[in-house]
C-alpha cells in the first residue's frame, strides 16, 4: 500500500490516507488505485479489476510504501519518547477511503508470516499503537520529501532526545538531530544529553563551522568536555572558529584538569555587588543567560570583587524588592579553589548541602560554579543511560 506521510501543519490528531496498491504481475509492480481496493487481508487484497489492465507503478514525490518502507522499520512512540519497531501496518476503510490507523508494534505479526497460510489465522492481532502517536522515519526514502516534524520532538524532553537518537541506528539518529536542529538551542541541550561517544559519532560529519556553532549553543562546561576528546587536528581548527568571547571562555576551562573544580565549573554565573537592592538581583537574574538551574543562587560580591555571599532566588523572590540584596544573604558560603579534585568537591557539596558550588581564586573572586549534575555525569559509570533503561523495544 502507498501513502502520504505528512499530514496539515497544525494537525494535531490526523490518519494518512493511502492513495493505492502496489500489484506484482509477472515480476512487474503495477499501481491500482485506492478505490480498486474492495477488500484487504493480511495475506490477500481483491481488487474491482483485472491486475493484468493496470498502469505501471511509479513512484511520486511524497509518498511512502508502507510495506517496502515502513513494516519491520523503527518508529518513534511519542508516548513514553521510545523506539519501537512497526510489525504490522494496520489499515481500515472508512467514508473518505482507506487509511492507516497504527503500528502493531508486537512480535504476533513476526510469527504470523512465519507460519504456514493454514495456522496464520490462530494468531490474534497483537497491540496496536494509534498512528498520532508514533512518528516515522523516512530519510531512508527517495521521493518522501519530509522529515519527521520539529512541532511533535519539541515536547520531548531534551534527555529523552537524547535517549532515542543512543537507541536508534546512525542514519535515525542523524533525522532526529535534523529535526531538532530547527531549534539551535534544543539542538545544543540534546548534544549535552549524549553521551560523548554519540557526540564524537555525530560530530563528525559536521563541518568546522557547524561543529563551532554547536559548542557555541551548549554549556562552556559540555563543550569543553567534548573538545578535549576531540583529535588535537580537529579541535584547534574548530576552536578556532568560535565566536571570540566563548573561545576565551572555553580555552579558559581547558586550561584545567576536567576532573577538578576548575575543569567541572561553568564560568556563566550571576553576580551582583553588595549594594544592589533584591529588585537589582532579580533584574540580573532576568537577564542572565545562564541556565535555570545555574540561575537559581545569586552570587554577592563585596566592594573588594571578593565572594561575600549567596542567595537563593526564592528568598528573592519572597524579600521586599526593594531592600538591600544583603538582607536575603547567607555569608561565608563554602567555596572551592580551581584545582580540587572531585573527592574535594562531593565532600563540599555533601557537607554543606549544597546544589550550586561557587569555586574562587587565590583572592576570593569568582571563577565559575559547580551545580550537582555537573558532579553526578562525572561520578556516574560510562553508558550508565544504556545500562540502566534501555528506550528500544522490538
Same mark, same amino acid.
Given at each position: 500500500?502507498?501513502?502520504?506521510?505528512?499530514? =496539515?501543519?497544525?494537525?494535531? $490528531? @490526523? *490518519?494518512?490516507?493511502?492513495?493505492?496498491?502496489?500489484?506484482?504481475?509477472?515480476?512487474?509492480?503495477?499501481?491500482? *488505485?485506492?478505490? &480498486?481496493?474492495?477488500?484487504?487481508?493480511?495475506?490477500?487484497?481483491?481488487?474491482?479489476?483485472?491486475?493484468?489492465?493496470?498502469?505501471?507503478?511509479?513512484?511520486?514525490?511524497?509518498?511512502?510504501? !508502507?510495506?517496502?518502507?515502513?513494516?519491520?522499520?523503527?518508529?518513534?512512540?511519542?508516548?513514553?519518547?521510545?523506539?519501537?519497531?512497526?510489525?504490522?501496518?494496520?489499515?481500515?476503510?472508512?467514508?473518505?477511503? @482507506?487509511?492507516?490507523?497504527?503500528?502493531?508494534? $508486537? $512480535?504476533?505479526?513476526?510469527?504470523?508470516?512465519?507460519?504456514?497460510?493454514?495456522?496464520? &489465522?490462530?494468531?490474534? =492481532?497483537?497491540?496496536?499503537?494509534?498512528?498520532?502517536?508514533?512518528?516515522?522515519?523516512?530519510?531512508?526514502? =527517495?521521493?518522501?520529501? !519530509? &522529515?519527521?516534524?520539529?512541532?511533535?520532538?519539541?515536547?520531548?524532553?531534551?534527555?529523552?532526545?537524547?535517549?532515542?537518537?543512543?537507541?536508534?541506528? *546512525?542514519?535515525?539518529?542523524?533525522?532526529?538531530?535534523?529535526?531538532?536542529?530547527?531549534?539551535?538551542?534544543?539542538?545544543?541541550?540534546?548534544?549535552?544529553?549524549?553521551?560523548?561517544?554519540?557526540?564524537?559519532?555525530?560530530?563528525?560529519?559536521?563541518?568546522?563551522?557547524?561543529?563551532?556553532?554547536?559548542?557555541?549553543?551548549?554549556?562552556?562546561?559540555?563543550?569543553?568536555?567534548?573538545?578535549?576528546?576531540?583529535?588535537?587536528?580537529?579541535?584547534?581548527?574548530?576552536?578556532?572558529?568560535?565566536?571570540?568571547?566563548?573561545?576565551?571562555?572555553?580555552?579558559?576551562?581547558?586550561?584545567?584538569?576536567?576532573?577538578?573544580?576548575?575543569?567541572?565549573?561553568?564560568?556563566?554565573?550571576?553576580? %551582583?555587588?553588595?549594594?544592589?537592592?533584591?529588585?537589582?538581583?532579580?533584574?540580573?537574574?532576568?537577564? $542572565?543567560?545562564?541556565?535555570?538551574?545555574?540561575?537559581?543562587?545569586?552570587?554577592?560580591?563585596?566592594?573588594?570583587?571578593?565572594?561575600?555571599?549567596? %542567595?537563593?532566588?526564592?528568598?528573592?523572590?519572597?524579600?521586599?524588592?526593594?531592600?538591600?540584596?544583603?538582607?536575603?544573604?547567607?555569608?561565608?558560603?563554602?567555596?572551592?579553589?580551581?584545582?580540587?579534585?572531585?573527592?574535594?568537591?562531593?565532600?563540599?557539596?555533601?557537607?554543606?548541602?549544597?546544589?550550586?558550588?561557587?569555586?574562587?581564586?587565590?583572592?576570593?573572586?569568582?571563577?565559575? &560554579?559547580?551545580?550537582?549534575?555537573?558532579?553526578?555525569?562525572?561520578?556516574?559509570?560510562?553508558? @550508565?543511560?544504556?545500562?540502566?533503561?534501555? %528506550?528500544?523495544?522490538?
Amino acid at each position: 500500500m502507498i501513502a502520504k506521510l505528512a499530514g =496539515p501543519p497544525s494537525a494535531t $490528531s @490526523w *490518519h494518512p490516507g493511502v492513495s493505492g496498491l502496489v500489484v506484482s504481475v509477472d515480476g512487474e509492480d503495477r499501481f491500482a *488505485h485506492a478505490h &480498486q481496493v474492495v477488500s484487504l487481508g493480511a495475506d490477500c487484497a481483491r481488487l474491482s479489476v483485472e491486475p493484468a489492465g493496470l498502469g505501471p507503478f511509479e513512484r511520486r514525490p511524497g509518498e511512502v510504501l !508502507l510495506g517496502r518502507d515502513l513494516r519491520a522499520r523503527h518508529v518513534i512512540h511519542l508516548e513514553g519518547a521510545r523506539l519501537v519497531r512497526a510489525n504490522e501496518i494496520e489499515l481500515a476503510r472508512t467514508s473518505t477511503g @482507506w487509511q492507516v490507523l497504527g503500528v502493531d508494534t $508486537s $512480535s504476533k505479526p513476526v510469527l504470523r508470516r512465519a507460519l504456514p497460510r493454514r495456522l496464520r &489465522q490462530r494468531v490474534r =492481532p497483537g497491540r496496536v499503537v494509534d498512528w498520532t502517536d508514533v512518528e516515522p522515519f523516512v530519510a531512508h526514502v =527517495p521521493t518522501a520529501r !519530509l &522529515q519527521i516534524p520539529f512541532r511533535k520532538l519539541r515536547r520531548l524532553h531534551p534527555a529523552k532526545l537524547a535517549d532515542l537518537v543512543e537507541a536508534a541506528s *546512525h542514519e535515525e539518529g542523524e533525522e532526529i538531530i535534523r529535526a531538532v536542529g530547527e531549534d539551535r538551542e534544543l539542538e545544543a541541550d540534546v548534544f549535552e544529553e549524549l553521551d560523548m561517544e554519540h557526540q564524537l559519532e555525530f560530530l563528525r560529519g559536521r563541518s568546522d563551522e557547524e561543529a563551532a556553532r554547536l559548542l557555541s549553543a551548549m554549556a562552556p562546561d559540555d563543550a569543553v568536555d567534548l573538545l578535549t576528546e576531540m583529535d588535537q587536528d580537529r579541535r584547534l581548527p574548530i576552536l578556532a572558529k568560535v565566536a571570540a568571547p566563548v573561545q576565551a571562555k572555553l580555552r579558559k576551562l581547558l586550561s584545567y584538569n576536567p576532573e577538578t573544580a576548575g575543569g567541572l565549573m561553568n564560568p556563566d554565573f550571576v553576580a %551582583v555587588p553588595s549594594t544592589a537592592t533584591v529588585q537589582d538581583a532579580l533584574d540580573a537574574v532576568r537577564m $542572565s543567560t545562564s541556565p535555570p538551574e545555574a540561575a537559581g543562587v545569586v552570587f554577592v560580591t563585596g566592594e573588594d570583587g571578593r565572594l561575600a555571599g549567596t %542567595v537563593l532566588l526564592v528568598e528573592l523572590l519572597r524579600a521586599d524588592p526593594g531592600r538591600d540584596v544583603t538582607a536575603a544573604l547567607k555569608p561565608g558560603p563554602a567555596s572551592l579553589p580551581p584545582d580540587a579534585d572531585i573527592h574535594e568537591v562531593v565532600r563540599t557539596m555533601t557537607d554543606y548541602n549544597l546544589a550550586v558550588a561557587p569555586v574562587v581564586d587565590d583572592d576570593g573572586r569568582m571563577l565559575g &560554579q559547580i551545580t550537582v549534575d555537573d558532579v553526578l555525569e562525572l561520578l556516574l559509570p560510562s553508558g @550508565w543511560r544504556r545500562q540502566y533503561g534501555m %528506550v528500544a523495544h522490538d
